[in-house]
C-alpha cells in the first residue's frame, strides 16, 4: 500500500529537464528524509538520491533532489535515453514504523 | 563493496510458506539494518520489515502476523519467512541493506515469487 503519491509518468525530450513531485505528510516526508531509487525494466531498484538532495558517487549530477514541508522532488535536467525507467521516492514512517514507498513515476524520453 | 545476493523457491502453492535468504558479502553486517521489500508484477514496490545484528525488527503492519524475519550473524546472512501465502503474494522480493545515513542503499538481485495452485 503506497503511502506517497506520485504522478504515474512525466517525459520529455533528449535534453530537456523533467520534474517528478512526491507528495506525503508529516509522519513520513514532514519528519525524515527522502529517498530516489531509478529502476530500469527488469532490474533491482537503484540508489539515486539519499537525504532529501545528496547523491551517491557515481550518480550524474542531472539528477538533483529537494524537500520542502511534506514533499519532494526529484529533477532530472539534459535528459538522456537511458533515464528512461521507474522513479520511487521513499521515506520512514513514524505511525507505521517503517518505510513507505511512492506509487512510482515512468519517465519517457521522447 | 558490498553485495547482498538472495534464493529461495520460486513457486509456491497457496496456504504454503515463503522462504527466502540473503546473504551479505564484503562490509560490516553488525553496522546496518537488513530489510525485505516487494514488487508485486506491473506494480510498485512495498516494505515488508527490517532486522539488525541482535534480531530487532521492524515489520509492515499489514503483513505483521504473517512474516517473520531472522538473521543468522554466523553466516552474514538473514531471513524472510511469509506464512499462509494467497496469489496475492505473487512478486519479486528483494532484500536490502539499510543505513541510517542512506536508507536503502545496496540491493540483492531480486527473487519471483509466484504463488499458484
Known amino acids: 500500500q503506497s503511502v506517497l503519491t506520485q504522478p504515474p509518468s512525466a517525459s520529455g525530450t533528449p535534453g530537456q529537464r523533467v520534474t517528478i513531485s512526491c507528495s506525503g505528510s508529516s509522519s513520513n516526508i514532514g519528519s525524515n528524509t527522502v529517498n530516489w531509487y531509478q529502476q530500469l525494466p527488469g532490474a533491482a531498484p537503484k540508489l539515486l538520491i539519499y537525504s532529501n538532495n545528496q547523491r551517491p558517487s557515481g550518480v550524474p549530477d542531472r539528477f538533483s533532489g529537494s524537500k520542502s514541508g511534506t514533499s519532494a522532488s526529484l529533477a532530472i535536467s539534459g535528459l538522456q535515453s537511458e533515464d528512461e525507467a521507474d522513479y520511487y521516492c521513499v521515506a520512514w514512517d513514524d505511525s507505521l514504523n517503517g518505510y513507505v514507498f511512492g506509487t512510482g513515476t515512468w519517465v519517457a524520453v521522447l | 563493496q558490498v553485495q547482498l545476493q538472495q534464493w529461495g523457491a520460486g513457486m509456491l502453492k497457496p496456504s504454503e510458506t515463503l522462504s527466502l535468504t540473503c546473504a551479505v558479502y564484503?562490509?560490516?553486517?553488525?553496522?546496518?539494518?537488513w530489510s525485505w521489500i516487494r514488487q508485486p508484477p506491473g506494480k510498485g514496490l512495498e516494505w515488508i520489515g527490517e532486522?539488525?545484528?541482535?534480531?530487532?525488527?521492524n515489520y509492515n503492519p499489514s503483513l505483521k502476523s504473517r512474516v517473520t524475519i531472522s538473521v543468522d550473524t554466523s553466516k552474514n546472512q538473514f531471513s524472510l519467512h511469509l506464512r499462509s501465502v494467497t496469489a496475492a503474494d505473487t512478486a519479486v522480493y528483494y532484500c536490502?541493506?539499510?543505513?541510517?545515513?542512506?536508507?536503502?542503499?545496496?540491493w540483492g538481485q531480486g527473487t519471483l515469487v509466484t504463488v499458484s495452485s
Open positions: 532486522i539488525n545484528h541482535s534480531g530487532k525488527t
Open positions: 564484503g562490509g560490516s553486517f553488525s553496522d546496518y539494518y
Open positions: 536490502a541493506r539499510n543505513w541510517v545515513l542512506t536508507g536503502l542503499d545496496s
